[in-house]
């Protein structure tokens, strides 16, 4: 794994575990060159480490699986992706989310896209890049399915279905949840998708 590297796309924890638990990881994996931070990194492997024994098919066991994946893809010598250390690195349940606002307030230009899984956290980040005038967007993990669509990786059903199993995964039920899934998502999916799913 690379470790200094700053690819314009930037991810945190949960950003990655959402897209390693669809079916277009492999092509995810292997196609699009990211960043995340070590904090983010010690949270996966905080997640592999606390949930050993999950039953299958629990939050938890979804948690480690996805976690795994990250790490392991991370870990490989001809991986893509890089991990840059945060200093001083934050504590606390947010703290992947804090290592992003900062690798961002530090290294602002090297980034054009940084993934978050939280909302309030991609609003923080819009703030952020508002107040340091950086052209950097800040989106959901649907985004980094659609960059494969765009590039003509995926077709446009793969894309679609894999959104939709990510929301379904996620446990995305609320109407504004979903729509926000699809924020920054220039793709109607409703010839595959029903509605419980689509930003209606």
Request: aromatic content about 8%; hydrophobic content about 35%; glycine content about 6%.
């Amino acid at each position: 794994m690379a470790s200094d590297p700053r690819h314009p796309l930037l991810a945190d924890t949960s950003s990655l575990i959402a897209v390693a638990n669809t079916d277009q990881w492999d092509i995810l994996a292997e196609s699009v060159a990211l960043t995340t931070t070590n904090v983010c990194k010690h949270e996966l492997q905080n997640h592999v480490n606390a949930n050993t024994y999950a039953p299958e098919g629990s939050r938890e066991q979804y948690l480690k699986r996805g976690s795994e994946r990250v790490l392991d893809h991370l870990d490989e010598d001809s991986s893509s992706w890089s991990c840059v250390t945060v200093v001083p690195r934050p504590h606390g349940p947010d703290a992947g989310e804090e290592s992003l606002k900062q690798e961002l307030s530090e290294h602002g230009d090297s980034y054009q896209v940084v993934s978050l899984l939280d909302r309030a956290a991609r609003r923080s980040i819009r703030r952020l890049v508002e107040d340091h005038g950086y052209d950097v967007d800040g989106v959901g993990p649907p985004y980094l399915l659609y960059v494969l669509f765009d590039n003509d990786l995926i077709s446009k059903a793969e894309f679609c279905k894999a959104t939709g199993q990510m929301i379904r995964t996620e446990g995305w039920t609320g109407y504004e949840v979903v729509k926000n899934a699809w924020d920054s998502i220039p793709v109607d999916c409703s010839e595959f998708l029903d509605e419980g799913v689509l930003p209606l």
